[in-house]
């Protein structure tokens, strides 16, 4: 599955999509999610915040994802 | 309530009274962000702001709709620029109309205010030498 | 400090961002009073407004230099229309911009809250079957 | 001299400028020129604030009008 990289999660990350195949096992709660990405990419785990969208709504830590969703990492945001 | 929400790269500053004007309506408040010239003392080129589009449309709708539940608005405006933009060059775009002015005011400050913690908007600030992608502390 | 400050026949909604924006100016706060269709229940057809101009104009030009003691402000703009004004149609404009956007709402809201307590403009509202002079009660 | 009326106040005098010759004895303070006026227009005293402008400014009570001055009644202000 496909998860969508943004603003300074994009630039630790090397790249604005990264596919993961046998690495994650879905389904997957988000909270867990979170952890395996910071285990793979530690500078994410010094960010302020990290939050996970899901299907373009904020996820909460125990809903579940299956490879299906369109899944983004949020990096604390800055817009206006 | 009427909503009108875009992500757009150029921001038109002059429509949010034609937008947000109701017959209902005796107030209107708009807030407009730019780019300015310098950010804790070091001078600012220029911003670059990368929306994650179809989650920012969504969370700009579901502030709009808060608000609404919070105060008594005919309609409210949302508009978010993307891409480089200079100093002086307008951001952001907010407003609500209201039957009496402190329903608009209100409201027009939590648009802003609201859109600021949650929307999936990130901005890039280009300096003199180095570039830094925005990520602030709570 | 830059003031601008104008007794208009039609206010022009349209330039709000375009006299505030600044180059130290991050936030640009607007509010635009427009004529609604019924007060206390009741349906407005029109408002007239008349104005004291000399004294009008002097009494802007200090409650926007009270602004700018209160707070560190780029700009400020107040335009106030006369004569008779449908439904729909603005009535005033003021606005303020500042580097953050806390100074410029709070300006905003002094600017109006203190035009209508203390500059001397008249309103007189047109019913179905009579016409009135506004004189609210303190 | 003159004194401008706007408002409801030009309603209740009538016209929006009044010569007062020798009704009024200048100079006069403020406070007594206001008296003066409602006595000879008493309505002006049922409204719920009236002010005096002197030469484009609000006056207090105790300042002093001269025949040169400029002089306005501020019925209740009701703009924006």
């Known amino acids: 599955m496909r998860i ?5 999660a994009k630039d630790i990350v090397g790249k604005a999509t990264v596919e993961f195949q046998n690495e994650i096992q879905f389904p997957i709660q988000v909270g867990a999610l979170k952890a395996e990405l910071i285990k793979k990419f530690p500078a994410l785990g010094e960010l302020s915040s ?31 | ?29 708009i807030f407009i962000g730019s780019v300015r010239n310098s950010t804790q003392n070091e001078t600012v080129h220029e911003l670059f702001f990368e929306a994650y589009e179809s989650m920012a449309l969504l969370e700009m709708e579901k502030i709009a709709k808060e608000a609404s539940q919070k105060w008594n608005l005919q309609k409210v405006i949302m508009h978010h620029a993307v891409g480089t933009k200079k100093v002086k060059e307008p951001i952001v775009l907010v407003g609500a109309s209201s039957a009496h002015r402190e329903a608009c005011f209100e409201a027009c400050r939590f648009l802003i205010d609201t859109l600021k913690e949650r929307v999936p908007i990130w901005k890039k600030e280009f300096f003199e030498n180095k570039k830094v992608w925005v990520t602030p502390h709570p």
């Open chain 1, 4 to 8: 969508l990289f943004f603003g300074i």
């Open chain 1, 50 to 80: 990290l939050a996970i969208a899901l299907n373009s709504h904020y996820a909460t830590d125990d809903m579940s994802v299956s490879a299906q969703d369109e899944i983004a990492l949020i990096p604390p945001v800055s817009g206006g």
């Open chain 2, 1 to 29: 309530m009427d909503i009108n929400i875009k992500i757009v790269s150029e921001i038109d500053t002059t429509i949010g009274y034609h937008y947000l004007a109701h017959e209902e309506s005796g107030g209107h408040s």
